[in-house]
């Protein structure tokens, strides 16, 4: 009622959309940032589980039990998505 009332609506109406561009302009870095960091840190997780598949394979089974590389591979694939999540949280919580 106060702005209709002085008469000031489209400087109201400039001011907020301004201020929302603002806002939006950095939600729209930080989701793109986000997605970048997310997607380079799956590659290296995804590298480094590749190499360390590799090693394991080639070890001989009486250094390494096959069923323990199997366990290890399934936990190193559930941590890199945790990892991840834990960063994205962190991302979140600071902004």
Known sequence: MTIRCFGKQDEFIKENVDRVDG??????HNNGLNGWLGFRME?????????STVFMI??????IKPEDVGL???YRLSL???LFWVLYTSC???N
Do not use: A, T
């Open 23 to 28: 806002n939006l302009r950095m939600d729209f």
């Open 43 to 51: 590659f290296v997780g995804s590298l480094f589980l590749c190499v």
């Open 92 to 94: 979140i919580v600071e």
């Open 80 to 82: 890199n998505g945790l």
């Open 72 to 74: 290890s591979l399934s």
């Open 58 to 63: 080639l070890l001989p089974s009486n250094v």
